[in-house]
């Protein structure tokens, strides 16, 4: 079988690249082990043992393919990983086309776009990709000029000799090259001769982005093709008793009426779908149907009734994950001390592009086309549940319409399978907006229990933080209950680990038929608003100036991030009224926060001012990120904007509250979002560094919260511990 | 159901629909256009913006009978080849990151270009603020614009 699968995979490879004659196709080769890893040609990736990963082809008209192996939801792999494979390649991103690849786990590695991981997971396998070409192809270059390859360079898709000035275009030199073996050793350039990463070039979706021409989930069609909705338990987990659908066959349109499962962290969750030749008869034959739920087997909480027992679990011992010293017994004989709670609440994805699939189930294969984060998961999910071996289960992307973490969960094509093969045509599933925002899963909100100790010489003596909250990791059923949650850290500075000399992170689970995934940034998207709170509440304890504060417990990678961000954002000369009419009895207050996501390092500062009237006004947000190595600083500055205004709308604007067992916020009316008119000022600086690259889609989202309601803090006195609260509700 | 006759981008055609179905499915399931976006189905986050006799409407909450034999522009007859200067400026400053909202943002921004060649800020914030962009391009949004007023102010 494993044979068959990897010659299968080939040729669909040959097949979407469309390639012209001969070519030389390189992949990355794993060992079983998955330690060691090689250059392959695909000839010989089908013969031997290895498993191949990100592919590039050069045909013999010199065109370049690239296959990008993730998604692309807005943050950028469409562009970075064809411009890293350039550089190395010494090609022009003109030169390069690029494919999306379908869900293959066993070919691709992990497809899973999250954790920012696209280019800090593979970045060097495909700097070695692309040099391993440029190695092969000047080498055949020398051999037919009978000179040394040393002798030799390769520039903008030709080989170059130094000496005579002979030029070879790479489709003249590729099928002789494609015979080589690829070098076991590559040299790979230094940064300083980069002409391609490092560069802010255009993204290549954008034109196709402005013209509509952009092919989104909801976007593609099959011939014959029906549309889908379903009407999902508005309590979380009810069943389907009965349901009536005499008004709803009806409706010109519909054509089938039918109960759906979906596959939700291996529960199945339960809905009625109707069928319809378009979206709209759909959603009005769902009108006028009538369902009956069995809702008697879970709790129907509300928000108030789930906060108050998050609020008792932190007072309990927590499942501790990660501990030095002894906190209680240091903050118990403490002198100068700080004890504080901070919330968060539950928020909901809604990516502008609601979730939608498209399945067609023949009788011996599933194809799936939609906006996916995760097409290995699905792969293996329908796998499983179909019982069909990976070549019959071929889960294709599309654009994005964002992700944030919802659409790497595979409820959603699951259910678009299950009603394909019940009705025997191809559908599209369509999710309302309400649906989007209301099924889940949510972002989880949490409560943090913070205790800390400051010393006499004004350091931070112990940091304890109790967090109750779902755990993400607890929703499957079987799931060890009594694990830690290794993520109670996620935000938190590695570096305060070496110089804090007792702490203590845990967490008391919280117990709910509440569904809840990650959302941009994960855990760090609530933690960091705690823990960047409480440093800062230490700091006014030891009276210290904030960024002094934390730069004497850090090293020295942090401390140059903090000198930067010092001098942008003019630190030490911040005054009141700085730049504000005289007459005005504004102020204007400034904060901070830094943190670590991903292995990316960002620092915020927010300088907000008040009005006449107390509505506060953010002035300007600076942001300093480290990300380490990078490909594309405006795609990082984009990131950067993009994460600050989604932190800005959960802090100010919107949560998902529950009542009855049921999710309030329906749609953009009362999920309310940030808009254009709310958008503060941006400036954006990247540190240059050779340290391995960071995630950047995600990182700079949790600062910004407790920067800002620090900066609230120096401009009122007022400690904002409870999210989302109101820019015009400040005292 | 009725026979419906819409002018989309200066092309007739003639669908069978029931005359209550939003203006925004007849032109993505029935013309099949899918340039125009469903976002919200309740005129909140612009993503369905057509013009309508050269104004913006919402698609999604327009039966489509209401637009029947007049003009409606989609973002594919703006310009296909990406000629439109608000196209143009989009490109420029490298607006879109998941693009799912930016037809609807450049049918609103080519419509305010229309009325205002040279929009301030504030009219820029009237005109914008209806549409919901969850990547948070509203800097760019903004600088896009000034940027298409002076590419139009060139000519
Ligand atoms: S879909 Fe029409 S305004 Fe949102
Ligand atoms: S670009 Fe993604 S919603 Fe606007």
Not at chain 1, 353 to 364: G, M, Q, R, S, Y
Not at chain 1, 403 to 419: L, Q, S
Not at chain 1, 426 to 441: A, F, H, L
Not at chain 2, 144 to 155: G, H, P, R
């Amino acid at each position: 079988m494993e044979t068959t699968d990897r010659n299968l995979s080939r040729r669909n490879f040959i097949k979407i690249s469309g390639l012209t004659g001969t070519a030389l196709t390189l992949g990355i080769g794993f060992s079983a082990s998955g330690k060691d890893m090689a250059i392959v040609r695909a000839s010989s990736a089908e013969t031997t043992s290895i498993e191949v990963n990100a592919w590039i082809s050069i045909d013999t008209q010199g065109k370049v393919t690239i296959v990008n192996h993730r998604s692309e939801m807005g943050q950028g792999s469409f562009q970075s990983v064809p411009q890293m494979i350039a550089e190395e390649l010494e090609v022009s991103l003109d030169q390069v086309n690029i494919v999306f690849a379908p869900g293959n786990g066993r070919k691709y590695g992990s497809q899973v776009t999250g954790g920012s991981s696209t280019i800090r997971g593979s970045y060097q396998k495909l700097l070695r990709l692309g040099a391993s070409a440029r190695h092969m192809l000047v080498e055949t270059a020398a051999k037919r000029w009978g000179v040394a390859a040393g002798d030799c360079y390769a520039e903008n898709g030709e080989v170059i000799h130094k000496a005579s000035g002979k030029k070879l275009n790479y489709g003249d030199l590729v099928a002789e090259a494609a015979k080589l073996e690829p070098p076991k050793e590559v040299t790979l350039k230094n940064p300083k001769d980069y002409k391609i990463i490092r560069k802010p070039l255009p993204r290549k979706d954008t034109p196709i982005k402005v013209n509509g021409k952009a092919i989104f989930g909801l976007d593609f069609k099959l011939p014959g093709m029906l549309f889908a909705v379903v009407e999902r338990s508005p309590r979380f987990q009810g069943k389907v008793v009965k349901f009536d659908d005499s008004e709803t066959r009806k409706v010109p349109g519909v054509k089938f009426v039918l109960k759906v499962n979906r596959d939700e962290f291996d529960n199945m969750r339960e809905g009625v779908a109707v069928v319809a030749t378009n979206t709209w008869a759909a959603i009005q034959g769902r009108k006028v149907l009538k369902v009956d739920w069995d809702d008697s087997a879970f709790l129907h909480h509300n928000s108030e009734e789930l906060y108050a027992k998050m609020r008792e679990l932190v007072k309990g011992d927590p499942i501790s994950f990660r501990t030095m010293g002894n906190t209680a017994k240091t903050f118990a004989k403490a002198e100068k001390k700080v004890e504080a709670t901070y919330e968060t609440p539950y928020e909901s994805h809604s990516c502008m592009e609601p979730l939608n699939c498209v399945a067609n189930v023949t009788d011996d294969k599933c194809e799936i086309w939609g906006p996916i984060q995760g097409p290995d998961w699905i792969q293996q999910n329908i796998c499983g549940h179909l019982k069909l071996p990976p070549e019959k289960v071929i889960v294709n992307m599309t654009f994005l319409g964002g992700g944030f973490g919802r659409k790497a969960f595979t409820d959603y094509p699951y259910e678009a399978v299950m009603i394909s093969k019940e009705i025997k045509a191809p559908v599209q599933v369509v999710w309302t907006r309400e649906d989007d925002m209301t099924i889940g899963p949510f972002r989880p909100g949490m409560v943090y229990q913070c205790k800390g100790v400051v010393t006499e010489g004004g350091r931070i003596g112990s940091f304890e933080t109790k967090i109750s909250g779902q755990n993400m990791d607890l929703q499957n059923p079987g799931a060890d209950k009594s694990a830690y949650n290794s993520s109670d850290t996620e935000g938190f500075l590695e570096g305060y680990f070496n110089s804090i000399p007792h702490y203590s992170f845990g967490d008391s689970p919280l117990d709910s038929p509440v569904p809840v995934m990650w959302w941009r940034s994960v855990y760090a998207s609530t933690n960091a608003f705690a823990f960047e709170s409480f440093l800062d509440e230490l700091a006014v304890k030891a009276e210290k100036d904030p960024l002094d504060f934390r730069r004497q417990h850090l090293g020295e990678r942090y401390q140059l991030l903090i000198d930067k961000l010092e001098t942008v954002s003019n630190w030490k000369a911040r005054k009141r009224n700085e730049g504000l009419p005289a007459e005005a009895s504004a102020k204007v207050g400034y904060g901070v926060a830094i943190t670590e996501c991903f292995s990316s390092i960002v620092g915020e500062v927010v300088k907000v001012s008040k009005d006449s009237e107390g509505k506060i006004k953010i002035e300007k947000v600076w942001a300093v990120m480290d990300c380490g190595w990078y490909v594309n600083p405006d795609i990082i500055k984009a990131q950067i904007e993009g994460s600050i205004i989604m932190a800005l709308g959960a802090a100010t604007k919107h949560e998902t509250t529950f009542n009855d067992g049921k999710a309030v916020e329906r749609n953009f009316d009362s999920y309310k979002m940030p808009r254009i008119q709310d958008t503060p000022e941006i400036e954006v600086h990247i540190m240059d560094n050779e340290e391995k690259a960071g995630g950047v889609g995600e990182p700079a989202l949790p600062p910004f919260t407790p920067a800002l309601t620090n900066a609230i803090f120096d401009l009122t006195g007022k400690r904002i511990r409870k999210l989302p609260f109101s820019l015009d509700a400040i005292e | 159901m009725a026979t419906i006759t819409l002018k989309l981008n200066n092309k007739s055609h003639t669908i069978d629909a029931d005359p209550k179905m939003p203006l925004l499915w007849a032109i993505r399931d029935l013309v099949g256009l899918t340039g125009t976006k469903y976002g919200c189905g309740i005129a909140q986050c612009g993503a369905c913006t057509v013009h309508l006799e050269g104004k913006p409407v919402r698609s999604c909450s327009i039966p489509v009978l209401v637009a029947a034999n007049k003009n409606v522009t989609t973002i594919e007859g703006l310009s296909s080849e990406n000629s439109d200067v608000v196209q143009r400026a989009w490109i420029l400053e490298q607006v879109p990151q998941c693009g799912y909202c930016q037809s609807g943002q450049i049918m609103a921004a080519s419509a305010l270009l229309k009325s205002k060649p040279n929009p301030s800020d504030k009219d820029i914030d009237m005109a914008m603020q209806g549409h919901i962009c969850r990547c948070g391009t509203y800097p760019r949004i903004r600088k896009a614009i000034k940027k298409a007023a002076q590419l139009m102010a060139q000519k």
